[in-house]
């Protein structure tokens, strides 16, 4: 399915820390080229520079870190974020929830057990590994990526095609075929182990919506 950025904004909720942490509402306005339909999509977005309680209100979760365990390891210390991504230099390890890679089907409920977190890390879909395309790349694309995953999940984009969807929308990265990517040891964040109370979280359906109507203005982005 063809789909366009129409409009990203990031809202901040709050300030930037000195390790680098972040909290944003994010907006993205994607569009299908062929039919106009338009799909509106609102998530909060979680830099976690170290383990905090802000990643348990997060949609989509971004670290620092390489391989897909590491990847896997932070879902399964949030179970209720539908995207996560981890990143190391050029690279980054992108990872979508379990059962929910057409949409945003129900997440761990309540009473699910103290096991919950690493049930999901286990069952969670494949890893998608991207590459920044030339020199350098700022830390900013992969919030940008991540972000843009959860959107395209939103639109009802397959998890076996978001790969090729967030290479098509985010021309500085391509995707790496699963034999050239290594699976990393390294990771600066160490996720903390999932209480029960974490396996309380609802799903994130409430804040993202489709829509195939004109949107509305879009609000002033403001970092």
Not at 72 to 77: D, I, Y
Not at 132 to 141: D, E, H, L, P
Not at 171 to 197: D, I, K, Q
């Amino acid at each position: 399915m063809p789909l366009a950025v129409a409009s990203l904004t990031a809202t901040a909720l709050t300030a930037d820390r000195a390790d680098g942490g972040a909290v944003h509402r994010v907006r993205t306005v994607l569009v299908d080229p062929v039919s106009g339909a338009l799909t509106v999509d609102e998530h909060v977005r979680v830099r976690c520079s170290a383990p905090t309680g802000w990643a348990l209100l997060g949609d989509v979760l971004i670290a620092p870190g390489a391989g897909a365990r590491w990847a896997a390891r932070l879902a399964g210390s949030c179970p209720g974020a539908l995207v996560v991504a981890v990143h190391h230099g050029a690279r980054c390890w992108l990872r979508a929830a379990a059962g929910r890679e057409s949409g945003l089907g129900p997440g761990p409920g309540p009473g699910s057990g103290s096991g919950s977190g690493e049930a999901a890390a286990a069952a969670a879909g494949p890893v998608v590994v991207f590459e920044a395309i030339g020199t350098g790349c700022a830390r900013g694309t992969w919030d940008r990526l991540a972000s843009l995953a959860h959107s395209c999940l939103v639109a009802g984009v397959p998890g076996t095609e978001l790969g090729a969807a967030l290479a098509a929308l985010e021309p500085a990265v391509g995707s790496l075929p699963p034999g050239r990517a290594g699976a990393g040891t390294r990771s600066a964040y160490r996720p903390e182990a999932s209480p029960s109370s974490r396996s309380s979280r609802s799903s994130r359906s409430s804040r993202s919506r489709s829509a195939s109507a004109p949107v509305e203005p879009d609000r002033p982005a403001e970092a």
